[in-house]
């Protein structure tokens, strides 16, 4: 298992960004990890190795990512898998037939389509609350509750969970919390100070931030919870290839550069939003008209680019996606280059039509990933598409 070196912990968080978990290269002094683009590791007798034998199990590239992330989150151990998907696919084989999960109502549809369609077949039964009250949550636990797992804030309603009142329920109930932070980043949010035991995140979106690879990756601090998940990503094997590891590592690098300008744009759209289409239309938690303003700031340090808006119709919808240049048309979030989608349609396409209704992801719903260009030329797209 990848667990990070001590000295990796004491610097601020834009130097460990940089250095965490990486050394220069001991054969040329490389500044930059080696992309280790092998299968295989040639031992040097029979059970005599320095480390490696196959690169399922253990990549050099791999390792320096997850030590990297690790330290980012102020966890002890990083396991870098293939996709975020793969990633929560095998946290929960940390679990078994007969366990029960309480589960955010407004998750990604990907994480909906996951627990519903596939692992509901195996014996794991799920409970959907409102995790924005805490008291849903405990109301919905049960003496087979193993975990509770929410997204926070939510894809795509922007909606929060305190996780400091989740985790204490959860433990009330010796069950775990399991925090999807890839919208916050762990620049803005972190979850373990707050309670949390399990961390991921979908490394394609923030933590890569160049639209240039899949992956995910999941944060722990407990021993047991680490070798378990060790002995799945390798018996599983949904682990990334030398190249995407290596290219996130690259992303890290200007995490909190880039965080800081999707956090100033997203703040400044939202609010030339709220005020050009109405503070009801726009989910943004750092607006002072989002009912969960106040635990934003108390547990995040920023409010990124995340920014949904209510259009009205799916024809206004589809009007503005059409319409708009700077902005592009496509699914996925947190790279440089601002992004829109309409989520009924895509992102969250694979959750009935009902449910989604009842959820409040209307077809009038937009969402939208800013980026890092020029906020004047990203609200001049916007204004010209409404």
């Excluded at 329920?169 to 949010?189: C, E, G, R």
């Excluded at 002072?288 to 808006?309: C, D, N, R």
């Excluded at 009924?344 to 209704?357: D, F, I, K, L, Q």
């Amino acid at each position: 298992m990848t667990k990070i070196f001590d000295e990796d912990m004491s610097a601020a968080f834009g130097t460990r960004a940089i250095h965490a978990g990486q050394r220069p290269d001991p054969l040329s002094g490389a500044i930059m990890t080696p992309i280790y683009q092998t299968s295989t590791y040639v031992q040097e007798a029979l059970g005599v190795n320095k480390g490696y034998e196959y690169a399922r199990g253990k990549n050099p590239t791999r390792e320096a990512l997850e030590r990297n992330i690790a330290s980012l989150e102020n966890a002890r151990y990083g396991f870098a898998f293939s996709s975020g998907m793969g990633c929560l696919d095998s946290i929960m084989k940390l679990f078994k037939s007969g366990d029960h999960f309480v589960v955010g109502e407004n998750v990604y549809g990907g994480t909906y389509r996951l627990f519903d369609k596939i692992l509901r077949n195996y014996g794991m039964t799920f409970t959907y609350v409102d995790t924005r009250d805490p008291q849903l949550i405990a109301d919905a636990c049960t003496s087979a509750t193993a975990a509770v797992i929410v997204e926070t804030p939510t894809n795509p309603l922007m909606r929060l969970t305190d996780i400091r009142a989740a985790a204490d329920v959860a433990h009330t109930h010796k069950a775990l919390l399991i925090i999807d932070n890839t919208f916050a980043s762990p620049y803005f949010q972190q979850p373990f100070s707050l309670g949390a035991d399990i961390v991921w995140h979908s490394s394609t979106k923030y933590l890569n931030g160049h639209s240039d690879m899949i992956g995910g990756i999941a944060l722990v601090n407990d021993d047991d919870i680490a070798a378990r998940l060790q002995f799945i990503l390798n018996a599983s094997g949904a682990v990334p290839g030398p190249m995407d590891a290596w290219l996130v590592l690259r992303g890290t690098k200007t995490l909190h550069l880039r965080m800081e300008r999707h956090d100033s744009n997203g703040r400044t759209i939202a609010t030339w939003l709220a005020n050009r289409m109405g503070e009801s239309n726009v989910f943004y938690p750092g607006l002072e008209s989002h009912p969960q303003h106040a635990l934003a700031v108390k547990q995040m340090t920023g409010f990124g680019g995340m920014i949904s808006i209510e259009t009205g119709s799916r024809e206004r919808a589809a009007s503005m996606l059409e319409r708009v240049r700077v902005f592009s048309l496509a699914e996925s979030l947190g790279g440089v280059e601002s992004l829109i989608n309409q989520p009924a349609g895509m992102t969250h396409a694979s959750v009935e039509p009902a449910r989604r209704a009842e959820l409040g992801i209307t077809e009038g719903l937009i969402r939208l990933s800013c980026g890092v260009e020029d906020v004047g030329d990203l609200i001049a797209d916007l204004e010209q598409s409404l």
